[in-house]
């Protein structure tokens, strides 16, 4: 750490950034120090909205990280599964009036078959082939998916009520005058026992064991006998599940609709900053990108108008193209991610 | 399901086609769709609406003035660079163009002015256009982005007691971060001078799924109305996130685009209240809607789902198609021919006169305001009422009558704008007699 510090030079860009964010951090907590009780609440809030929005980034995050740790595939149609999996779900729910206790194993159901399907008739004939290959081999099948979706389900919004408390929390209004939006709360748990569920799974199963000797060394865990292709059904039915809850989640907050698919686009910085490989990296992304978003979208204005006397106008509607400057921040000190596996290789 | 409906569509499409006979002499009208992408649940109700209409005519009158109307849909997906080239591919059949999209709107201006077509751009697109001497083949009557601004404001003001009450107070808009979503910044900047309210600007980047920044700024300025320019999911998120924080919803006011029942069911019983304005009444209770649905959906033949005839968008699909159509009819009579020309068909534009006489012979009576064009008037009356959600009964209802603009700051703003076009792409007036 020290030698790191060492060799940090305040004129390269990792220099700049770490004095940068020192210059916030320290003028935000003076910030703090001298602000009224009404300012440092509304900071309080946006900094819980902010972590519990970094949540349900995450809720997406996750399932690029499964598939990309397990198989080296960057999964460009996981945004796209979780609309399908919402898609599934409501209409389960309203087109055939089942409760949500069947709607959604039904829909688990779907993507285990879709799963299947992926692997029988995408993955298995690109097998060795270059990661590019199989990343436009993803691209393709999410505008398929996109297409059968609506095919089937209609591109009306649909409204998904899983039974989730929704709304502001009248409790935190009440005693702290702070907003916390109930769903987001409700995802933070369901996010939590999501990531213990899915660290148990790999750590504590045979299964998990496979799936992660497949992502260690493929030719070895194939030289032992473990069936890379029962493996990417596994793995891809997992990402399924997970698409399910993102799906599930999202759905609930804004209805299921086709917009849905672009919040992977919200996942990509998180997977910048956690790392493609880490699933408590996706968790940890999401809440950094969650919070710096939301700081920035409200305070970045009237910081560059005190300091520079800028047009605060002008920092307004920040918060998409933001989440990608902190992503690049973090890639100038580890390329791989705060959590992700250094990439050696030898020639 | 909707594949159940495409199967059943496509299996009776196998069972007639083989009775389909040559067609005769036909009107072709391109439609610029988007039943694909973020924004399609708003693209197919106008879509089908506009298809219902021609079909209606087709079936009831026999077309207009007895020739049949065909229209051929092109699937732009709300993007500018494939609304460009549904243009090209259609203009040589077609000769009115809707492109249903400002950005498209905005690339199509120049090409449809020097093709001799006529760009109808129903209350979106460039809101000068208004100014026919500059802008001869655009039209986008019946009213503009700067009408609906000042009406919304109006309507601000009724509930401050009159205008003057809504000096000291703070108004906040929440838009679309676009060229479609920054069109009223201006009129309101200069309606702010004018009634002393306090203007804050709160864009949203495309396409709105997340708003949590925005609405706690809004929580934090506690402004006295909100208005809102969106389009798609950020209307649905942001009526959720205005109710989360506690937002009255009667002071929060949407734009014609943020206010249609997609917008507000999502966000179930806490969309009530909410507030949009509108240029025709909601519902399907008119003698147009009794054709639609007895003519075409009793015999199969609607482009939809029946029970989504009578949805905002789906009124104003029907309606954007109705003034196409009473525009060849005023064409096709002022020029005595069945096949107008470009020209031709902008001058029937140009003489439309909607009266309520007329309205009424159309089966939308009471439906929307008289509108009358002129060659220097684009732009129509520019008349908007409120509309508000009632979420019990899943309704709109029109709860203001037809007010107009404020003519005063709308105007002027409306020449400023079209001067600067024409000085800018070296347009000449022409003289309008």
Redesign the interface.
Known sequence: MTNALQRLNPLRPEGIALLLLAAFLGRAIWWFAVSDARDTS?AT??II??LL?GV?YSLVALGFVLIFKSSGIFNYSQGVMALFAGLFAS?FMT?FGLSPFIAIPLTMVVMVITAILIERFVLQYLVGQEPIILFMATIGLAYVMEGIG????????K?L?VGLPS??SDFM?DCCNL?V?KLEVSAAVVAAVLVAALMAFTQYTRIGRALRAVADDHQAALSVGISLRTIWVIVWSIAGFVALTAGVM?GA???V???????AL?ALPVLMIGGFTSIPGAIIGGLIIGVG??VA??YLGPTMADLFGANP?NF??I??WFAYVLALVVLLFRPQGLFGEKIIERV | ???AR?TAALAVAVATGAAALPAAAEITVPSLVY???????N??PWANAFQDYFNLLNERDGGINGVKVKVVECETAYNTTQGVECYESTKAEGLVFHPRSTGITYQLIPKATTDHKVIHSMMYGRTSAANGKVFPNVFNFPANYWDAASIMLKHAGDMEGGMDGLKGKTIALVYH?SAYGKEPIRTLEKLSEKHGFALE?????H?G??Q???W??V??MRPDFVFMWGW??MN??AI?EA????FPMDRFIGTWWSGSE?DV??A?A?ANGYKSITVHAPGASFKVHEDILSLLYDNGKGAGERDRVGEVVYNRGMLEAMYTAEAYRTAMEMHKTDNPTGDQLRDGFEALNLDQARLAAIGMEGFTVPVQVSCENHGGPGLGAIQQWNADSKTWTLITDFVGADREIIDPLIAEDSAAYASENNVEERACN
């Open positions: 509304f809030e946006i909205s902010g929005a349900m209409g087109d609506d095919l089937v389900w209609g591109s009306d919004v409204r009520d709304g502001a209004f907003y939006e999202w907050k804004s209805g609709q086709f917009s849905l698919s672009l919040i919200k978003e939301k979208e409200i106008n307004t509607a918060e998409n | 399901m909707k594949l495409i039943r694909t992408g973020p924004y399609a649940p693209g197919i971060n600007l709160l864009p949203v980047d396409p799924q997340e949590k920044a925005t706690l700024k929580r934090q798609g999911v649905q998120v959720q109710a989360s924080v506690r997609n069911l999502p179930g806490a």
